[in-house]
């Protein structure tokens, strides 16, 4: 029995040192293989950096709206009497438009000429009597100095009196001439908003809308809102073009007039103005309009196919080769156009750049260059 006991634990002990040796084995061989694992060397195609003039086009939507419109309102509560214009109707400056009647105003303005008669008629016999008094005071004795400062200052309330009573028939005059609403300029009725016998006025139930709407079309805005990184390639020189649907096969062109010189800082964007002359009258106001604009270029900027940039999550960059070893520099973009695009960046002419930048060229790492 105890040969057999120690027979069993020999054959044991002589599997497990076996074990041990294939391990070991193993371990050594999978070392010899990592040390002869050798990094991976990317074999890549370069350009050398330069400098060119870019021009970029782009395309955005602009709305034309009427180079002067204004909604006519009543200035006074009264009733509309008579209408001499519709919608369609083109007018000319100073035109009568609408002929209102507010019958109290009429008495209002009865009343105040009574009164500025009357005060005409009190500061003249005022007056009178004071010259006389001053002529007769010439004589010694006959007048006292204080009937003749009384009646001084009679003649000066009469004075002020009267100026108030023409003061206030005037503002009565005025508002009368309200009545009538004219064109402010020419131009054409695009709204109308009354009809006759409508009660109008400057607040409450008539006021909600405006009486009319003039709207002078022969020259129209061209309204563009241009993203932020164009807006320092503005200026006169911009070549700029628009279409609209109702013409599509005619191209209209246009020139800068304003620009805001700010950025809405809701739209993160510079509004600019074009004059358009429509005096053929094709155009309407309210009409979109898809808008090309040509920016050209101002200088010389280092300019690089778009598979050069390599956009990773923590920075923009390319890769530049030296002594084929690959570099990554940060850049900034700026303007793409025909698969090119501007770099910014510690970059100098001559520079050797990787045409198709990727993460996976990692920075210091040995690469080959394609001839």
């Known amino acids: 029995m105890k040969s057999k006991a120690i027979k069993s634990i020999f054959t044991v002990a002589g599997l497990f040192a076996t074990t041990i040796f294939f391990n070991s084995c193993d371990s050594s061989e999978s070392?010899?293989?990592?040390?002869?694992?050798?990094?991976?060397?990317?074999?890549?195609?370069?350009f050398t950096l330069e400098k060119g003039m870019m021009s970029t086009k782009i395309q955005i939507p602009g709305e034309l709206i009427a180079k002067h419109s204004v909604d006519l309102y009543a200035k006074v509560n009264s009733f509309v009497k008579k209408m001499n214009v519709d919608v369609g109707s083109e007018v000319k400056e100073g035109q009568l438009l609408v002929t209102m009647e507010a019958p109290e105003l009429s008495a209002q303005l009865s009343a105040a000429a009574s009164r500025l008669q009357s005060q005409e008629a009190m500061y003249s016999a005022s007056k009178a009597l004071y010259e006389r008094l001053l002529q007769t005071?010439?004589?010694?004795?006959?007048?006292?100095?204080?009937?003749?400062?009384?009646?001084?200052?009679?003649?000066?309330?009469?004075?002020?009196?009267?100026?108030?009573?023409?003061?206030?028939?005037?503002?009565?005059?005025?508002?009368?001439?309200?009545?009538?609403?004219?064109?402010?300029?020419?131009?054409?009725?695009?709204?109308?908003?009354?009809?006759?016998?409508a009660y109008v006025?400057?607040?409450?139930?008539?006021?909600?809308?405006?009486?009319?709407?003039?709207?002078?079309?022969?020259?129209?805005?061209?309204i563009v809102l241009i993203p932020e990184a164009y807006t320092s390639y503005l200026g006169d020189k911009n070549d700029i073009t628009f279409t609209v649907k109702a013409q599509p096969s005619e191209v209209f062109k246009a020139n800068i007039n304003r620009l805001a010189g700010a950025i809405d800082s809701k739209f993160r964007s510079e509004?600019?103005?074009?004059?358009?002359?429509?005096?053929?009258?094709?155009?309407?106001?309210?009409?979109?309009?898809?808008?090309?604009?040509?920016?050209?270029?101002?200088?010389?900027t280092f300019v690089v196919p778009k598979a050069a940039v390599a956009n990773a999550p923590e920075k923009v960059f390319v890769v530049k080769i030296v002594n084929g070893i690959a570099e990554w520099v940060e850049v900034r973009k700026g303007r793409e156009?025909?698969?090119?695009?501007?770099?910014?960046?510690?970059?100098?002419?001559?520079?050797?750049?990787?045409?198709?930048?990727?993460?996976?060229?990692?920075e210091g790492s040995e690469v080959k260059v394609k001839k």
């Open 337 to 362: 156009a025909d698969g090119k695009i501007e770099i910014y960046g510690e970059l100098s002419e001559g520079d050797q750049l990787v045409k198709v930048a990727t993460e996976e060229i990692r």
């Open 31 to 46: 070392k010899k293989e990592e040390k002869t694992q050798t990094p991976t060397v990317h074999s890549v195609e370069v």
């Open 201 to 222: 006025g400057p607040s409450g139930k008539g006021s909600e809308f405006p009486m009319f709407t003039l709207q002078d079309q022969k020259k129209l805005r061209l």
């Open 137 to 197: 005071s010439k004589t010694a004795g006959t007048i006292s100095p204080n009937e003749l400062d009384q009646a001084l200052a009679r003649k000066n309330a009469d004075l002020a009196q009267l100026e108030a009573a023409k003061s206030s028939y005037k503002e009565i005059a005025d508002n009368k001439n309200y009545l009538e609403i004219r064109a402010p300029f020419s131009g054409i009725i695009t709204a109308r908003n009354i009809s006759v016998g």
């Open 271 to 300: 509004r600019i103005e074009m004059d358009i002359d429509n005096s053929h009258k094709k155009l309407l106001p309210g009409m979109v309009a898809e808008v090309k604009i040509t920016f050209p270029a101002t200088e010389k």
